[in-house]
């Protein structure tokens, strides 16, 4: 009876002990699946805090917050690439001139180098010219390496926050005592390679070792007699330059660049254009826009160029959109190469202009048999992904944007999966040299020894409730008082603002020089470089200095400033974006 007993038990134990097996492992399993599953869909969708890979808002956003200032909403400046590229590191050099592309920085510990070689080659200056103190006419010989090396002693003394690169052998200046040199030089906040022309006059003379030393040095740009360097051919072009030099119309004391060359690609020949392979973005819903629209939208079509190894066919003209205009209207004709570095863009880039791709794409169907016109590839809508295009063989992939707005924008291209291995190329894109050297003018007569302070007003100073306090805050006794206890007095004081009115920040005269954009008309008027280069791009017609370049010219400057002064949060606790928004 018991083993009876004992049996049953056994029996009705085990199947309960296996359901309850079975049960765990299958709920095991399930969560297994499921977590995988979940995996999965984070795999696929989960996209890293990556600049490239951020959505349009976001990146909008991240690349209009300049460097903890107050530009983002009333001036819409995009970040380009020297911004967004590590800093060039300075590395030793020589003090010999040497190429312009691989020349590193001048540091005093070469300059010793070069002072002992000198030493050694070259016969010791006379006693009886340092006992006098001064040269006697034809006496001083500027070409010696021994003024060179002085120059840039002294530069390196006088600029701390500069670069100096590629001296140039110095010359003679206007009386005999006087010597004029010049050199590229980089700020050395700046992010990007490229680099800037000064000359200046030095007077030369002798210290107590009777060694050359400067005894007074020029202002910015005032050696004439070394202006003019080494040039490359090139330097100007237009909308039809096809890359041959154009003779610029600019006045003879100009201190024109002669190292810009922005001028327009060729394909060659018809050959060259059959061989190539072409990405055409016909014009879309982002004509007229911001201009931080337009550069994510344009960068979205050259970074698909890229991946595809195409030629971007990219269209010069440009439309500035009403934001940045006082008719508040749209202005069309507006070029490319007034605001970014078209010749940058073309080194590490493969583009070509939109007018000279269709005249050669008219041309060969015209010359050809039907059957051996151009292979098009037309694509009517952004939903045709670049990993679809990756293997077509057409000469020419023809995007169209036809469709209505927002679907006829460009970026939607990199949107969703494509925005997995399309990067955006950001390093091909830099500020117009031209705009810059604007800016480096501006700080250079500074002596690039200045503070800086940005003041909004404008609507924001208008708008009591989303800035309650901005106005009040920013009246010019306010300001007094604030910049006190941040700036020391008589400083040279950089104020970039949008307030119109230019006598509103004359009580900031009595303890500061201060310096406006307007105090700089001339460096875009109509006796300028800026004025006559862009001029000729624009085939012989003036071109504005616009909103857009005038807040960039502004922004720049602002950057320099050794102290930078912000409106919010230095001038007033009103938060950036308006209301509860800190």
């Known amino acids: 009876m018991k083993d009876s007993s004992s049996s049953s038990s056994s029996t009705i134990t085990e199947p309960i002990g296996q359901n309850l097996i079975k049960l765990i492992s299958n709920l095991c399993f399930s969560f297994f699946v499921f977590s995988v599953l979940i995996f999965t869909v984070i795999a696929i969708t989960y996209q890293p805090p990556d600049p490239w890979l951020q959505s349009a808002p976001a990146l909008t956003q991240l690349f209009t917050r300049p460097q903890n200032a107050t530009f983002q909403i009333d001036t819409s400046v995009i970040k380009t690439g020297e911004d967004l590229s590590p800093s060039p590191q300075d590395s030793p050099l020589p003090a010999t001139p040497i190429s312009l592309a691989a020349a590193p920085a ?21 006693s009886a010219a340092c006992a006098a103190g001064d040269f006697a006419p034809g006496t001083l010989n500027c070409s010696d390496p021994r003024v060179l090396i002085a120059v840039q002693r002294f530069n390196l003394r ?4 500069i670069a100096f690169f590629d001296y140039q052998t110095p010359v003679n200046g206007s009386s005999p005592s006087e010597c004029d040199v010049a050199w590229r030089f980089r700020n050395k906040r700046e992010k990007s390679w490229r680099k800037y022309r000064d000359f200046r006059r030095f007077k030369i003379g002798f210290n107590n070792d009777c060694r050359y030393e400067v005894v007074h040095a020029g202002g910015w740009h005032s050696g004439a ?33 002669d190292e810009i ?6 394909l060659g020949s018809e050959i060259n254009f059959r061989n190539g392979k072409y990405l055409y973005y016909s014009r879309g819903g982002d004509y007229c826009k911001g201009m931080n629209h337009y550069m994510w939208s344009f960068l979205c079509g050259l970074g698909e160029a890229m991946y595809l190894n195409r030629t971007f066919v990219m269209d010069l003209s440009m439309c500035l959109s009403a934001t940045y205009n006082p008719s508040n209207k749209d202005e069309e004709g507006k070029d490319f190469r007034y605001y970014f570095d078209f010749e940058h863009l073309k080194e590490v880039a493969s583009i070509v202009e939109e007018g000279e791709f269709l005249r050669d794409w008219k041309k060969w169907d015209r010359t050809h048999l039907k059957k051996r016109k151009v292979p098009v590839r037309k694509v009517v809508t ?61 700080s250079g007569r500074m002596d690039w020894d200045f503070d800086a302070v940005h003041v909004v007003r404008g609507e924001k100073a208008q708008n009591k409730e989303l800035w309650p306090h901005l106005d009040s805050d920013t009246l010019p006794d306010a300001l007094v008082e604030k910049l006190k206890g941040m ?3 008589r400083r040279n004081l950089y104020i970039a603002t949008n307030e119109p009115y230019y006598n509103y920040f004359d009580k900031l005269r009595a303890n500061y020089k201060v310096h406006l ?32 370049m005038r807040v960039a010219v502004d922004t720049e400057v602002f950057y320099r400033g050794k102290t930078r002064v912000e409106t919010f949060y230095n001038l007033t606790q009103d938060c950036k974006d308006g209301v509860n928004t800190c």
């Open 158 to 161: 006088a600029f701390r926050s």
């Open 106 to 126: 001048v540091t005093e510990a070469l300059i010793d180098k070069s002072e002992e070689k000198i030493a050694n080659s070259t016969p010791p200056i006379p």
């Open 225 to 257: 007699n070394a202006r003019h360097g080494p040039a490359r051919a090139a330097a100007g072009g237009n909308g039809k330059g096809k890359g041959k030099t154009v003779p610029p119309r600019i006045s003879s004391n100009s201190n024109r660049d």
């Open 487 to 489: 700036v020391k007095p």
């Open 382 to 442: 952004h939903k045709v992904t670049p990993l679809q295009l990756k293997k077509d063989k057409s000469t020419i992939i023809w995007r169209q944007f036809d469709a209505p707005e927002p679907e006829n924008y460009w970026y939607r291209v990199c949107e969703g999966q494509a925005a997995k291995y399309i990067q955006r190329p950001w390093h091909a894109l830099w500020k117009s040299k031209r705009l810059m050297n604007i800016v480096t003018e501006i």
């Open 517 to 548: 954009l307007d105090d700089y008309k001339e460096l875009w008027g109509n006796t300028s470089e800026w004025y006559n280069e862009t001029s000729l791009l624009n085939n012989g017609r003036p071109v504005e200095f616009d909103g857009y």
């Open 261 to 266: 060359n922005d001028t327009i690609p060729t």
